[in-house]
């Protein structure tokens, strides 16, 4: 995954003067939580622009369907919204967020399989090439590596895959997977464990290829 990068000489810098100071502080996730809370509309805006990209990023891997995926974001943050009073102070916005937003997508996935509606993975580098013409010979393997990842994410079963997103797409701590998915922390390592073993073997024999 791509890390935005770090302009340290710029955050020291606006660090030295007081007000950035002050806005620092009243932007934390913690305190926009409590603006929020005492009816502040635009604090909640910051945080949906705040949390939006990974949580429709976080959906998308579970379901394997953007619009579904931006559908689905879209209600983790009305449930965020309606809920936020009951959100304990020390409580991490991000780990709650990421929860309801699980939450979320396993109730969609369980929704379309009582309706035998099976769960689709986008192909990305279909959608790539219809957008933006035939990509060069690099980018078209690498695209095709994403859609043979995404594949393979779509043949883990359903705890297996929040697992491995969370850890290894999202880098999330062992202590925030088990908030965020209610499982202990020695299941989430025999799932994790499970999850690399089985992507492993789906995705080697492409890579062989491609060599």
């Known amino acids: 995954m791509k890390h935005r ?11 030295r003067r007081p ?3 002050i806005g620092t502080l009243m932007n934390s996730a913690e305190s926009l939580a409590a603006r929020v809370r005492a009816g502040d509309e635009a604090a909640f805006q ?3 622009d705040r949390y939006a990209r990974p949580l429709i990023s976080f ?34 916005l991000s780990t709650w967020l990421f929860g309801i937003a699980k939450n979320v997508a396993r109730e969609s996935l369980r929704a379309r399989r009582r309706g ?35 594949d393979a994410l779509a043949r883990l079963d359903e705890d297996k895959r929040l ?22 922390i020695p299941k989430i390592k025999i799932d994790l464990h499970r999850a690399r ?3 492993r073997r789906l995705v080697q024999p492409y890579l062989e290829v491609s060599q």
Do not use: C, W
């Not at 990068?5 to 660090?15: P, S």
């Not at 891997?61 to 209600?75: F, I, M, S, W």
């Open 5 to 15: 990068a770090l302009h340290i000489q710029d955050e020291l810098a606006e660090a």
């Open 19 to 21: 007000t950035a100071t």
């Open 46 to 48: 910051m945080i949906f």
């Open 59 to 92: 959906i998308y891997d579970q379901v394997g369907e953007r619009p579904l995926a931006e559908e689905l974001t879209q209600e983790t943050f009305v449930r965020a919204y309606k809920g936020i009073g009951k959100l304990r102070d020390d409580s991490s």
């Open 116 to 150: 035998g509606q099976q769960v689709g993975f986008d192909n990305p580098a279909v959608r790539l090439i219809s957008d933006k013409g035939v990509p060069p010979d690099n980018q078209l393997l690498q695209e095709e590596l994403n859609t043979r990842i995404r």
């Open 163 to 184: 697992v491995f997103t969370l850890k290894v797409l999202h880098e999330r701590s062992y202590e925030e997977i088990a908030k965020i998915t209610g499982f202990s």
């Open 197 to 199: 073993v089985e992507m």
